[in-house]
């Protein structure tokens, strides 16, 4: 029998909803750290989440860019992983390593087949890559905006990267991704389970968690 397919659900704001993504299946929670974002939840608040969410889920906190006083407040609280969302080289993300002591997940932009070459800098730095859409130039924020990309691009993926599939999920197309793409760590989501940008919804959370798994 196929493993079962790890789903996350990112952007969790409350512990209702918390306690929702787990009951429904949720393998991974994700917290985002980001003032720009309707998603944001602060320090107070991170460290309520991830102390919930412990011995349960694992747990995932969200970083743009962030400085080593930011990663070290964060790494702090305890999360499984730090989740890198901004334009981190591979010799920053290593640093972050180093300095938070936690697993990272590294988030990747594609639009081209020169981004999926780009993923190969990443793999000895990172201990996952997160496969996200390229966001448009002109967006206030380089994630969480519904957009999917063209899977096809990850055909000349080396099969053995590690990685997570993001970027525009939803229930309704997240079997078809997991059967078109395979992705050998799962897929994650945080739009496609909303009804407005922040706001999560649980029938929708069932839903995509019940749809990928039985994708898998
Ligand atoms: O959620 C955000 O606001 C966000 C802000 C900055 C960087 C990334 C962000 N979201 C992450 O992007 C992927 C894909 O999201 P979506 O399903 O397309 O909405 C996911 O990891 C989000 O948590």
New binding site residues.
């Given amino acids: 029998m196929a493993d079962p397919v790890i789903v ?1 659900i ?2 969790i704001k409350s512990l209702d909803l918390l306690d929702a993504a787990i009951e429904a299946g949720a393998d991974m929670v ?1 917290f ?1 750290h ?1 003032m ?5 939840v602060s320090i107070e608040e991170l460290g309520g989440l991830i102390s919930a969410a412990r011995g349960r889920v694992e747990s995932c906190v ?1 970083l ?1 860019n962030p400085d080593n006083s930011c990663v070290a407040e964060v790494a702090a609280l305890g999360p499984d992983w730090i ?1 890198l ?2 334009p981190e080289t591979p010799h920053r993300v290593e640093a972050i390593r180093a300095e938070a002591g936690t697993q990272i997940m590294k ?1 990747l932009p594609i639009g081209s087949a020169d981004d999926v070459a780009h993923v190969a800098a990443f793999l000895d730095v990172a201990d996952r890559i ?1 496969l ?2 390229k966001p448009p130039k002109n967006a206030d ?8 990309f063209d899977w096809s691009l990850l055909g000349g993926l080396d099969p053995s990267v590690p990685f997570m599939l ?4 939803t229930p309704d197309n997240v079997a078809e991704a997991i059967r078109t793409v395979r992705p050998p760590f799962g897929v ?5 389970v ?1 009804t407005a ?2 706001v999560k919804n649980k029938k929708l959370i069932e839903a995509f968690i019940r749809n990928a798994k039985a994708a898998g």
Avoid at 36 to 40: D, G, K, M, N
Avoid at 188 to 192: I, M
């Fill in positions: 996350k990112c952007g994700g985002v980001f720009r974002s309707p998603r944001h969200l743009v989740q969302h901004g988030a997160l996200d859409a924020r380089p994630g969480g905006l519904g957009e999917t993001s970027g525009g999920l994650d989501v945080s739009s496609g909303e940008p922040g």
